[in-house]
């Protein structure tokens, strides 16, 4: 990176230009909430939730509004109601809309082009389940994820894909065609940040061809900002991005120039295929279907343990889906009562569907 960029990204004092204003032209998908949430109530709430991750209420549908299969939804973030709400939230309302069957509809380009009609800008990632004749299919593009749960089993339905898991995909790219990093970035990787100091010295490199670790010497143009930097949940893509798989970002640029991340950006999900009708299901048995805000602080074990140990003792209750999505999420708000009694915090939205799949044989969908 240029020494001009690094220092108005990251250091502090240094003027930034002024925001541009937002666009005059209204959204052609304007944002709603989702029908099965709209009227929805909150097990908790406070002024300054949007600073107290404990205090975020979490929205569950209303108990008259039961979800195909009795699935169970909830969800907790910063702000349900402003009306300038990112495109995230937009494509949140369509991509649960309806639950568990649900089919994409459009494509990428056509997100770009009513983003770019409607003078807005953002992405989202997705995770989608579909139905379909005794099988279930689960397309993730982004950092959701999804499990299914059985009393003796966990199995991941979907893979992350963030800077670090497509590091090599996305190194290849920047090889073919260079000028997407416009003598700003180095497509190579480091284990730590190289410094002017290093010039000449033998240190370990990753390129797009490579699994390991091999040497070179630090030349000048490896002083550059790295194309990936950072490691786990702090990867980030050109200094940005932090998934490089999702629907949106057309006019995404990195900092105070003009280089777009969109090319290094795939919204091709990847499909896991779960055959239900090969699986003696029991009542308990569920997919746990969440975005990163409950997996930055719980783990696929640790999700597991929390529906094992509550549907069980709960089978009479009609609610109990429900129950158990809002119990996850009130699980990463740091609340000393939560079942795990670790006191995980999560600063990040969360959405969560427990869906359970013992009455998928009477009541298969599809689209």
């Not at 169970?72 to 402003?82: H, I, K, R, V």
């Not at 991509?95 to 089919?103: A, D, M, N, T, Y």
């Not at 003009?258 to 239900?276: A, G, R, Y």
């Amino acid at each position: 990176m240029s020494a001009g960029w690094f220092r108005r990204r990251f250091l502090p004092g240094e003027p930034l230009p002024a925001p541009r204003p937002p666009g005059p032209r209204a959204s052609p998908v304007p944002y709603q909430r989702p029908r099965f949430l709209r009227g929805s109530g909150s097990s908790s709430g406070a002024a300054d939730a949007s600073r107290r991750p404990d205090s975020r209420p979490v929205r569950s549908p209303a108990r008259g509004r039961a979800l195909p299969w009795n699935a169970g939804y909830a969800e907790a973030a910063d702000d349900f109601s402003a009306s300038g709400l990112s495109m995230q939230r937009n494509l949140n309302s369509m991509r649960i809309k309806p639950p568990v069957g649900s089919c994409a509809s459009g494509d990428d380009e056509v997100i770009g082009r009513e983003l770019e009609a409607s003078g807005q800008v953002g992405g989202c990632t997705a995770l989608v389940a579909v139905s379909l004749q005794g099988k279930l299919y689960v397309a993730n593009a982004g950092d959701s994820r999804a499990i299914l749960v059985r009393r003796d089993e966990i199995r991941p339905l979907s893979s992350e894909f963030t800077p670090e898991t497509e590091r090599q995909r996305i190194q290849q790219l920047a090889f073919v065609y260079p000028e997407l990093l416009a003598g700003e970035f180095t497509r190579l990787e480091f284990p730590r940040r190289l410094k002017g100091d290093d010039l000449g010295q033998k240190v370990l490199f990753r390129d797009h061809h490579m699994r390991g670790w091999s040497y070179k010497r630090v030349d000048k143009s490896d002083l550059k900002y790295p194309l990936i930097h950072g490691q786990g949940r702090q990867a980030r893509l050109l200094g940005t991005l932090a998934v490089s798989r999702g629907l949106g970002d057309h006019q995404l640029r990195v900092l105070d120039t003009n280089i777009q991340l969109k090319p290094f950006l795939l919204s091709v999900p990847q499909v896991t295929v779960l055959d239900v009708d090969q699986l003696e299901l029991q009542e308990d048995d569920v997919v746990v279907m969440a975005t990163d805000g409950l997996w930055d602080v719980l783990s696929n074990e640790q999700v597991a343990w929390l529906v094992r140990s509550f549907l069980p003792g709960n089978q009479e209750d009609p609610y109990r889906f429900l129950k158990l999505a809002q119990m996850l999420i009130h699980s990463t708000q740091g609340k000393d009562d939560s079942l795990t009694g670790e006191g995980q915090v999560s600063y990040d939205d969360v959405s969560v569907f427990v869906i359970p799949l013992h009455s998928q044989g009477q009541d298969s969908s599809g689209c």
